[in-house]
């Protein structure tokens, strides 16, 4: 499925692909593209035959390099420009953040600025050898914002996120890996065999409880005030009023394997 020239949306199984497909600028991604992106989401949380769903780059040379720089004269010219475009593609990036499908960032190449802020949107991160990452903000002059700056200390810690920001440098994916921005990091032939792999495990399990799952490590990276408890316990209600829970303990006892409807 083409909704956009630059962006492209795919079912593969129980996988939904979004690509950001902008190779020829390492997958920049511009307001066209971000405002894609809810849309492919829409699409993807209202099929029940998707499971899982996969961010990546096309090419090999790049995963997202950050945001399309030939767009800021005319999009990022003055401050209420600047918020317009801001407001875009945080939004953008929230969409994928608050999706209530599990979500893998497939990482090749360059993970830079904005690419780092949409891999870090994914609850996964695989990256293959070879990877580059880095916020180069301080190079030129921008601002991040506290909630962008918190999602990488919630993941990395202080000290990474101040050497990360305060350096600017490129960092290989060992690194990404030692400091905790990705899982695991593959040589490029089998990246994406481990992706699918992890997709078929995820996609196997019951949808309830990874969504309930989900709902309760979100709520805990928030400010306890502002928790939503609540929510959690609905979630976990809802699994053990469900039919997939009588599904799992019907398929234990036959000792077979449990077909899961997310229902």
Not at 16 to 23: S, T, V
Not at 239 to 251: H, I, K, L, Q, V
């Amino acid at each position: 499925m083409l909704l956009t020239e630059k962006m492209i949306a795919e079912k593969d199984g129980p996988i939904g692909r979004l690509i950001f497909n902008n190779p020829e600028r390492r997958n920049a991604v511009s307001l066209a593209m971000w405002e894609a992106v809810p849309r492919i989401l829409d699409d993807f949380e209202g099929d029940e035959g998707v499971r899982v769903i996969v961010l990546e780059g096309a090419g090999e040379k790049a995963f997202v390099s950050g945001a399309d720089i030939s767009e800021f004269a005319e999009r990022r010219a003055s401050q209420e420009a600047v918020a317009a475009y801001n407001r875009i593609s945080e939004s953008g990036r929230r969409r994928i953040e608050d999706c209530p499908k599990p979500t893998i960032a497939m990482i090749r190449g360059y993970c830079m600025g904005g690419g780092v802020a949409t891999a870090l949107a994914c609850d996964l991160r695989f990256a293959a050898e070879g990877s580059r990452f880095g916020i180069p903000a301080a190079r030129l002059g921008l601002g991040y914002g506290y909630d962008g700056i918190k999602k990488l200390v919630d993941l990395v810690g202080p000290a990474y996120a101040r050497e990360i920001f305060y350096t600017a440098r490129q960092f290989s994916a060992e690194e990404a890996q030692r400091m905790g921005l990705v899982n695991a990091v593959l040589s490029a032939g089998a990246l994406a065999g481990h992706v699918r792999e992890t997709c078929a495990m995820i996609a196997a399990n019951a949808p309830l409880t990874i969504r309930a799952a989900k709902i309760a490590v979100r709520e805990a990276l928030k400010d306890e005030s502002r928790r939503d408890l609540d929510l959690c316990r609905r979630a976990v209600e809802a699994c053990f009023a469900s039919e997939d829970y009588t599904e799992g303990r019907t398929a234990f006892m036959e000792k077979r394997k449990p077909i899961f409807k997310g229902r």
